[in-house]
Nanobody
């Protein structure tokens, strides 16, 4: 199983970025996915999660209303649209996945089986 995250970069506060996570080596529609992030000196924290068919999503309080998680099961890809970015959103962003029942979602790092390599997001003030 491979998860390949991309789309990070440097953006000014208030700007937008869209992260992608391409999955291979698994039956994509059998898996729930999430995005988590880790800032320097901090623990990895949950950002957003999505169920197998995308019917259920869940966000941390710090990003709700600004970020949107989505998936395209035909393209084996999960996305994270990030709007109104703030300097405190600066972190390495990881996509993660695990096999799941239909509407299950997961909000802790220990729940996930597979991880991507991370993509750096830097928001300047």
């Amino acid at each position: 199983v491979q998860l390949q995250a991309s789309g990070g970069g440097l953006v000014q506060a208030g700007g937008s970025l869209k992260l992608s996570c391409a999955a291979s080596g698994l039956t994509f529609s059998d898996y729930a996915f999430g995005w988590l992030r880790q800032a320097p000196g901090k623990d990895r924290e949950f950002v957003a999660a999505i169920s197998r068919r995308g019917a259920v999503t869940y966000y941390s309080a710090s990003v709700k209303g600004r970020f949107t998680i989505s998936r395209d099961n035909a393209k084996n890809t999960v996305y994270l649209q990030m709007n109104s970015l703030k300097p405190e959103d600066t972190a390495v962003y990881y996509c993660a996945g695990r096999s799941a029942w239909y509407s299950s979602i997961f909000s802790t790092a220990d729940d996930y089986e597979y991880w991507g390599q991370g993509t750096q997001v830097t928001v300047s003030s």
